[in-house]
């Protein structure tokens, strides 16, 4: 079990292989659940509105802990997959139940959101993410009961 924050945590790092795009992350631990918001603002963008993306919930599989289940809530196919795949990423790595919006673009980068470009992100996101959920989480495995099981 996660102790909760009071305060969301909020910050903002470079969108990999992009002049002038910064993705806004903010984290929020709850005793029982973590959520986790991201958006991409580009420098001419600052004052304009983002359009909401892909919203997932996922959680721990008690009978397949390496196979976390995962639902949609909300669901814009450009946004989707990334959604889906890193809220299954902070599932097996927290065992805690995640939610995870995410509206990050990938038309700022490079080469316009190659898989490569995407993975690169998915990779900072989840370091960062992890990194300040690092001493808050429980390692994975380890159940309230102490025993490894429910």
């Known amino acids: 079990m996660a102790e909760i924050i009071d305060e969301p945590i909020q910050l903002s790092f470079p969108l990999p292989r992009s002049l002038d795009t910064r993705i806004h992350l903010r984290l929020t631990i709850k005793s029982k659940v973590i ?22 919930y996922a959680l721990p599989d ?28 902070l599932v097996k790595k ?15 980068t490079g080469l316009g959101g190659t898989v490569e470009e995407e993975m690169e992100a998915l990779k900072r996101v989840v370091d960062i993410s992890l990194d300040k959920l690092q001493g808050v989480v429980k390692s994975p495995g380890v159940l309230p009961n102490g025993t490894g099981s429910s």
Not at 35 to 56: I, K, N, R, Y
Not at 69 to 76: C, D, E, N, R, Y
Not at 94 to 108: E, K, L, R
């Open 35 to 56: 959520m986790l918001f991201l958006t991409t603002v580009a420098a001419d963008e600052e004052d304009q509105s983002v359009p909401m993306g892909s919203f997932v």
């Open 62 to 89: 008690k009978y397949n802990p390496s196979q976390p289940l995962s639902t949609t809530i909300f669901a814009v196919e450009a946004t989707l997959e990334f959604t889906t795949r890193l809220a299954k990423i």
């Open 94 to 108: 927290t065992q805690m139940p995640v939610y995870v919006g995410n509206s990050i673009s990938f038309a700022n």
